[in-house]
């Protein structure tokens, strides 16, 4: 019989307790059969991507298997230094003393995933957690039913089930699991069931990590190689369908190249996806909820290129629209779908009040050659990162901190930065015996007061 919720977590809580996950070559053995298991099971995890939204198995290897065994590879590499006491820097005022700060796991963790990379945006927090000591219950977006019932097999397969258990479901199981009390959570998705998951932690004080979205912009000027800057806007607008959370979701062009961007982006669209409906390298619409929201974003704004769709297929084009008002349904929320509105600046103040009308942005792009405009701007903006002449990109290298600010989001993952965020660092001053300076002690003298503040003054 299958145990509920508040089963599965006692059950995780009791084997944490134990002192189960503690042993760190007990994890490394756990993340290279995890490795090994999402190496044997690749084409089973494609088919499991395409059945779900026709994601091509190029795209699946980048952004899905390629960063997740990238990940594994680098905890198996680094754990036990990571994970290691780290010794500190001591300070004359404690002396005799030697400092350390002890890496301990959180405990139990829920990991809540979102729906567009739905394997990678679940194995990659679980495999930090699990790499950092902790017990993980993972629930995958409901949304991708193959890629979560893959997930399901394999971390049952690979885990001790009080380990790590995936539990699937769509919002009312989300809602029983966010009731519960957790030492961390994780979650991916969007900003207003983020503030769902702020609030169900704050009843317990549960720390947080929360990886959400909003309104990446990308700037680019009159300096730029045109071709190769639609070339690289195509690919990461487009990839995933335009379903990605670091998408550029609009564009703010030097208005006197505006005409001759939007054609290069035409051309570079033909190129890549040719007649993008039947294209097996452009994925569809996650579903059809969905598929409506963004053809009504195509109600009453100036089409340049695509906006055809085909509702039976959740097939929308490629699509870019001119100069749509900011307050045009368009340019409210994040767009999440494969179509870029195009704005024109002819002043940096103009981009300044485009930028700064919407929340602190997850990403924020910059095509220009000027190294001046490009160091302002990234000094200007407040937002989670970004990539100077390229986008998308900066995801992909573990040495990156990722994650959010403002609306898009609380603390950052990927690589070491994910460790240390399933981490929590103890503080330990381990203080020697063999002298005891009797300064700090009642009764208190003036010339201990004295010395105390010269101790200060010298050594602090
Ligand atoms: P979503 O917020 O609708 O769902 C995410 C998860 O939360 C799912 O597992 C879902 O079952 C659960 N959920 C949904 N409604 C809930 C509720 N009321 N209470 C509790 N749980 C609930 O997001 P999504 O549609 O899966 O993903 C799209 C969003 O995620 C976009 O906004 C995108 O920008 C963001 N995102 C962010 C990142 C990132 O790394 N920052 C990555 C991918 C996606």
Not at 325 to 336: A, G, H, R, T
């Given at each position: 019989m299958l145990n509920t919720i508040p089963e599965i977590i006692s059950n995780q809580k009791t084997f944490f307790k134990a002192q189960n996950t503690k042993d760190v070559s007990f994890r490394i053995s756990l993340l290279k059969k995890l490795k090994q298991e999402i190496i044997s099971r690749e084409k089973d995890i494609f088919k499991a991507l395409h059945s779900d939204f026709k994601k091509p198995s190029f795209e699946a290897f980048l952004s899905e298997n390629g960063l997740v065994i990238a990940e594994i590879n680098l905890a198996i590499k680094n754990l036990k230094s990571w994970s290691k006491p780290e010794r500190v820097k001591s300070s004359v005022l404690l002396f005799p003393s030697k400092d350390y700060i002890y890496k301990s796991p959180y405990g139990t963790v829920l990991i809540i995933g979102p729906w567009n990379y739905p394997f990678q945006l679940a194995i990659n927090p679980l495999i930090m957690a699990i790499a950092a000591g902790n017990t993980v219950v993972l629930k995958p977006s409901e949304l991708t039913p193959n890629t979560s019932e893959l997930l399901a097999e394999m971390v049952k397969h690979i885990f001790p089930?009080?380990?790590?258990?995936?539990?699937?479901?769509g919002v009312e199981i989300s809602t029983e699991l966010l009731k519960q009390h957790w030492?961390?959570?994780?979650?991916?998705?969007?900003?207003?069931?983020?503030?769902?998951?702020?609030?169900?932690?704050?009843?317990?004080?549960?720390?947080?990590?929360?990886?959400?979205?909003?309104?990446?912009?990308c700037i680019v000027d009159d300096t730029i190689n045109l071709k190769l800057t639609a070339k690289r806007l195509v690919w990461g607008k487009f990839f995933n369908g335009g379903q990605t959370c670091i998408a550029p979701d609009y564009l703010i062009v030097k208005s006197s190249i505006k005409n001759d961007l939007i054609d290069a982006l035409k051309n570079e669209i033909l190129k890549a996806y040719g007649d993008a409906q039947n294209s097996a390298d452009y994925p569809k619409i996650i579903n059809h909820k969905n598929f409506i929201r963004l053809t009504?974003?195509?109600?009453?704004?100036?089409?340049?290129?695509?906006?055809?769709?085909?509702?039976?297929?959740?097939y929308l084009a490629p699509t870019l629209i001119d100069e749509p008002?900011?307050?045009?349904?368009?340019?409210?929320?994040?767009?999440?779908g494969p179509i870029l509105?195009?704005?024109?600046?002819?002043?940096?103040?103009?981009?300044?009040?485009?930028i700064q009308h919407f929340n602190k942005p997850l990403s924020l792009y910059v095509f220009s050659k000027n190294k001046r405009f490009i160091e302002?701007?990234?000094?200007?903006?407040?937002?989670?990162g970004g990539v100077i002449n390229d986008t998308l990109i900066h995801y992909g290298n573990a040495n990156l901190p990722f994650g959010g600010i403002g609306a898009s989001g609380i603390g950052a993952y990927h690589g070491k930065f994910g460790f240390d965020t399933f981490t929590h660092f103890k503080a330990i001053v381990k203080r020697g015996n063999w002298y005891d300076p009797p300064f700090r002690y009642a009764p208190y003298s003036k010339r201990n007061f004295k010395l105390i503040k010269t101790l200060f003054k010298w050594f602090s």
């Open positions: 089930k009080d380990m790590a258990t995936v539990v699937q479901g030492d961390y959570i994780f979650f991916t998705g969007s900003v207003s069931v983020g503030k769902i998951v702020a609030k169900a932690a704050a009843k317990h004080l549960t720390p947080v990590t929360l990886e959400l979205g909003g309104k990446s912009p009504q974003l195509l109600k009453d704004v100036n089409i340049a290129f695509g906006g055809d769709y085909n509702a039976e297929e959740l008002p900011l307050d045009s349904e368009v340019m409210k929320d994040e767009i999440f509105p195009i704005l024109s600046y002819d002043t940096e103040d103009d981009i300044a009040s485009i302002d701007t990234i000094d200007k903006f407040s937002f989670g």
